[in-house]
């Protein structure tokens, strides 16, 4: 029912930015939960940034202080923004979001996009 399409990654030095976006589209939804998760090579898939209707935002303690989310409810879109990366930042990173249609429960995932971090 619902498409998240991401984009924004790319290649950037360590201390660099780079700022997320995800979109979804689709019809007679309502979203409650967006959020980014991230997975690394070799690691399990973990959450970076949460922000609920309703409720403020949160992080892995690893992001605190760097790490931004926001959501932009009018255009149902969820950005993360990304300061003082690091390499160990690297990762692909997903968009996630939990939503109603009608009164059926559902998640979307977007496709991923890869951050990489390195000099």
């Known amino acids: 029912q619902v498409q998240l399409v991401e984009s924004g990654g790319g290649l950037v030095q360590p201390g660099g930015s780079l700022r997320l976006s995800c979109a979804a589209s689709?019809?007679?939804?309502?979203?409650?939960?967006m959020a980014w998760y991230r997975q690394a090579p070799g690691k399990q898939r973990e959450l970076v940034a949460v922000?609920?209707?309703?409720?403020?935002?949160h992080y892995a303690d690893s992001v605190k202080g760097r790490f931004t989310i926001s959501r932009d409810n009018a255009k149902n879109t969820v950005y993360l923004q990304m300061n003082s990366l690091k390499p160990e930042d690297t990762a692909v990173y997903y968009c996630?979001?939990?939503?109603?249609?009608?009164?059926?429960?559902?998640?979307?995932w977007g496709q991923g996009t890869q951050v990489t971090v390195s000099s």
């Open positions: 922000f609920a209707s309703g409720g403020s935002p």
């Open positions: 996630y979001a939990g939503y109603q249609t009608g009164v059926v429960y559902s998640v979307a």
């Open positions: 689709g019809s007679g939804f309502s979203i409650n939960t």
